[in-house]
C-alpha cells in the first residue's frame, strides 16, 4: 500500500524536527526501495521483453513510493523551514548545527567522542553564541545561520582531507565509541536524564539495535517477501 510510504515520511519528517540527523535515513531507504523493486521484477524473466516491462512497471511503482516518502518528509519540515526564512532570509530546513557539530567529530583535535574545539563553550547558554563570534571573527562579516553551518562543514573537510590517516582512525574510534554502551554526555550529563527519565536505563545498547536491523535488511534483500520485511525494517 503506497500510503504506508506516505505515513514512514510523516513520522521521519516529524521525528527529524526534534532530531535532525534522522533526515539523512531518507536517502538510504529511497534506494532501498528501488532495488529491492528491481529486484522483484528480476524475479520473472519469462523473455526479454515481458521482462523489460515488468522492470519498468516496477521501477515506476518504486518511484511513486519514493516520491509518497518524500513528500511525507516535506510536509511536517516545511513550516519550519519557512519560519527559518522569515527569521534569517537563509535557507536553513530545521537548524544550522549540522556544521558545528561535522567540525566537532572532525576537528584535528578531535579524540572521537564530543570533545569541542578549546575556543567554543559548551555551556547550554553560550555554545551558540560561541560558534556565532567565531565565524564572524574569521569570516570578518555578519553571518546568517546558512552561512555558518556552510562555513564548518567546509572547514571540517578540509581537515579530514589535509589529514587523511588521523580522519580515517577517527572514524574508527568513533564507531567503537557507537558500538559500546558507554554514555556520551554534551550539554547536559547523562545522569541528569537518568534521575528524570529512569525508563532510559532500560533501553538497548546500540549494538543490538545495529545487528538486528542490518539482519533484518539483509533478510529483505535476499528473503521472498523483500517490500513486507523491508517495510518491517523501516
Known amino acids: 500500500n503506497p500510503r504506508r510510504f506516505f505515513v514512514l515520511g510523516l513520522t521521519i519528517g516529524l521525528a527529524a524536527i526534534f532530531k535532525a540527523n534522522i533526515f539523512y535515513t531518507v536517502p538510504f531507504l529511497a534506494l532501498a ?51 527559518n526564512w522569515q527569521a534569517s532570509r537563509s535557507f536553513v530546513p530545521i537548524n544550522y548545527s549540522g556544521g558545528p557539530n561535522i567540525y566537532i567529530g572532525n576537528w584535528e583535535g578531535s579524540d572521537g567522542s564530543l570533545k569541542p574545539p578549546e575556543f567554543i563553550s559548551m555551556s547550554p547558554g553560550s555554545e551558540e553564541t560561541s560558534w556565532i563570534k567565531m565565524t564572524q571573527a574569521y569570516l570578518g562579516e555578519k553571518v546568517t545561520p546558512a552561512r555558518i553551518s556552510s562555513y564548518w562543514t567546509g572547514r571540517a573537510l ?34 541528569y536524564g537518568l534521575e528524570r527519565l529512569p525508563v532510559l536505563r532500560f533501553t538497548f545498547p546500540f549494538w543490538i ?26
Open 33 to 83: 526501495m528501488f532495488f529491492t523493486g528491481r529486484a522483484g521484477a528480476e524475479e520473472k524473466p519469462s523473455g526479454k521483453k515481458s521482462f523489460l516491462n515488468s522492470l519498468t512497471v516496477q521501477a515506476a511503482g518504486q518511484w511513486k513510493n519514493i516520491l509518497l516518502l518524500v513528500l511525507g518528509v516535506v510536509i511536517p519540515i516545511f513550516p519550519v523551514t519557512l519560519h
Open 158 to 191: 578540509a581537515e579530514a582531507w589535509n589529514g587523511k590517516k588521523f580522519f580515517l582512525v577517527n572514524t574508527g574510534k568513533k564507531v567503537l565509541l557507537l558500538l559500546h554502551s558507554l554514555p556520551l554526555d554534551d550539554n547536559y550529563s547523562i545522569e
Open 209 to 234: 539495535l545495529a545487528v538486528t536491523g542490518l539482519a533484518g535488511l539483509v533478510v529483505s534483500l535476499i528473503g521472498k517477501k523483500r517490500r513486507e520485511l523491508l517495510w518491517f525494517y523501516a
